[in-house]
């Protein structure tokens, strides 16, 4: 049993998909591994740390020969695996809504394709799930990155000078990142409130020392999917929530919006007319600025200004944070995979439940129901 590690090829991209740590547990399963060279590079992590751990070190079409299992972050071109064997496995973030060609021409090339963003939010896939581990990192570096563009201080300080007010926070969409957000202002000592289209958040906000901003007189409304993700509001839902958040979003310094709905172009939370009712210096950082944006305006890879106002739209923020990125989604893979290793055939063996959760391609075919729909 191979296992090779790809040197991820996609512009501003510097996670990695193992690290030495997974690298020697998944030697310790009985797997080879073998590492294209400079992979870990935008991690922090050199060819010597992995060759160190026990893996091989070379070029691509190394790498990818006789290889069982390829791992990455981001879904590589489908030419970029000209020599992988039939049946192999690529586990990555495919973005397989995004790039659906991508995914027909993996099936083309033969590779049994694994989404690891479509790991099913189930008690037992916790520990495999790379949108949660990777969200986390973003809505810390949200918080960060607002802070950085923010003319001000965050906590409130009481000077021989005079008194600094601590700066308002509003977190929209409360997810993980939307967690960590909240968690993170709170830190840096912002006054945090926050809103998501779930009810069963609310208890989550508060707990957490921020105030929930809800909508009270829209009944029968939960805005939960399956899996745990938000879903399209009624009309009434979000005219009520428009008016809310109007009249709150106004009185922010710092706005993070985190709202994504898996297969649908982000829903937008923020009109260019509420932009102009916040304050001159006033920060939004837009989460969800590649799958269309919850912020108008926003621009994916660019901070703008409106109104006075910092639009953030970069990309990839958990990259932004590539070394603890890094171990966090090589965990997930290892943990994915080491859950279904089987001791007799030397290989992980996946179950019906998780397996068909995430295979999109298998024996030349797009299988996945969420794309044949």
């Given at each position: 049993m191979?296992i090779?590690?790809?040197?991820?090829?996609a512009?501003?991209?510097?996670?990695?998909?193992?690290?030495p740590e997974?690298i020697?547990?998944?030697?310790?399963?009985g797997?080879?591994?073998?590492v294209e060279?400079?992979?870990?590079?935008g991690?922090s992590?050199?060819d010597?740390a992995?060759a160190?751990?026990?893996?091989?070190v070379?070029?691509?079409?190394?790498?990818?020969a006789?290889?069982?299992i390829l791992?990455?972050?981001?879904?590589?071109?489908?030419?970029?695996l000209?020599?992988?064997?039939?049946?192999a496995?690529?586990?990555a973030?495919?973005n397989?809504?995004?790039?659906?060609?991508?995914?027909?021409?993996?099936?083309?090339a033969?590779?049994?394709?694994?989404?690891?963003?479509?790991?099913?939010?189930?008690?037992?896939?916790?520990?495999?799930d790379?949108?949660?581990?990777?969200?986390?990192?973003?809505?810390?570096k949200?918080?960060?990155?607002a802070?950085?563009?923010?003319?001000?201080?965050?906590?409130?300080?009481?000077t021989?000078?005079g008194?600094?007010?601590a700066?308002?926070?509003?977190?929209?969409?409360?997810?993980?990142?939307?967690?960590?957000?909240?968690?993170t202002?709170?830190?840096?000592?912002?006054?945090?409130?926050?809103?998501?289209v779930?009810s069963?958040t609310?208890?989550?906000?508060e707990?957490?020392?921020?105030?929930?901003?809800?909508?009270?007189?829209?009944?029968?409304?939960?805005?939960?999917?399956?899996?745990?993700?938000?879903?399209?509001?009624?009309?009434e839902y979000k005219?009520a929530?428009?008016a809310?958040?109007?009249?709150?979003?106004?009185k922010?310094?710092?706005?993070?919006?985190?709202?994504?709905?898996?297969?649908?172009?982000?829903p937008?939370?923020i009109?260019?007319a509420?932009?102009?009712?916040?304050?001159?210096?006033?920060?939004?950082v837009?989460?969800?600025?590649e799958?269309?944006?919850?912020?108008e305006?926003?621009?994916?890879?660019e901070?703008?200004?409106?109104?006075?106002v910092?639009i953030?739209?970069?990309?990839?923020?958990?990259?932004?944070?590539?070394a603890?990125?890094?171990a966090?989604?090589?965990?997930?893979?290892?943990?994915f995979?080491?859950a279904?290793w089987?001791?007799?055939?030397?290989?992980?063996?996946?179950?019906?439940?998780?397996?068909?959760?995430?295979?999109?391609?298998?024996?030349?075919?797009?299988?996945?129901?969420r794309?044949?729909?």
């Amino acid at each position: 049993m191979k296992i090779g590690v790809l040197k991820e090829t996609a512009a501003g991209e510097g996670r990695v998909s193992a690290t030495p740590e997974t690298i020697k547990k998944f030697i310790a399963l009985g797997a080879a591994v073998a590492v294209e060279k400079g992979a870990g590079a935008g991690a922090s992590i050199d060819d010597d740390a992995f060759a160190a751990a026990g893996a091989t070190v070379g070029a691509r079409a190394d790498v990818i020969a006789d290889a069982d299992i390829l791992l990455g972050v981001q879904g590589p071109t489908p030419a970029s695996l000209k020599g992988a064997k039939a049946g192999a496995w690529l586990c990555a973030g495919l973005n397989p809504f995004g790039e659906r060609g991508r995914v027909d021409d993996y099936a083309k090339a033969g590779v049994e394709a694994l989404a690891m963003e479509f790991m099913p939010r189930i008690t037992r896939a916790q520990s495999m799930d790379i949108l949660s581990s990777q969200s986390n990192l973003a809505g810390y570096k949200a918080v960060l990155d607002a802070a950085a563009e923010y003319g001000r201080a965050f906590p409130m300080m009481m000077t021989a000078a005079g008194t600094i007010s601590a700066a308002r926070l509003f977190v929209m969409g409360v997810g993980v990142a939307g967690l960590q957000a909240i968690a993170t202002g709170r830190r840096l000592g912002a006054q945090v409130s926050a809103t998501d289209v779930r009810s069963a958040t609310k208890e989550q906000i508060e707990s957490l020392g921020a105030k929930a901003i809800f909508v009270e007189d829209v009944k029968g409304i939960e805005g939960e999917g399956s899996g745990g993700y938000a879903t399209e509001m009624s009309d009434e839902y979000k005219a009520a929530q428009a008016a809310l958040v109007s009249s709150h979003i106004a009185k922010q310094d710092i706005v993070i919006t985190t709202a994504l709905i898996p297969g649908r172009p982000a829903p937008r939370l923020i009109s260019d007319a509420q932009i102009a009712t916040m304050r001159p210096g006033s920060v939004i950082v837009d989460l969800a600025v590649e799958a269309g944006g919850n912020v108008e305006g926003a621009v994916a890879g660019e901070v703008v200004e409106r109104h006075g106002v910092k639009i953030v739209g970069h990309r990839n923020v958990p990259g932004r944070l590539a070394a603890d990125a890094s171990a966090l989604f090589a965990r997930n893979l290892y943990n994915f995979l080491s859950a279904f290793w089987d001791k007799d055939q030397g290989r992980p063996v996946l179950d019906e439940e998780i397996g068909n959760a995430v295979r999109i391609t298998q024996g030349g075919k797009v299988v996945n129901e969420r794309l044949l729909g």
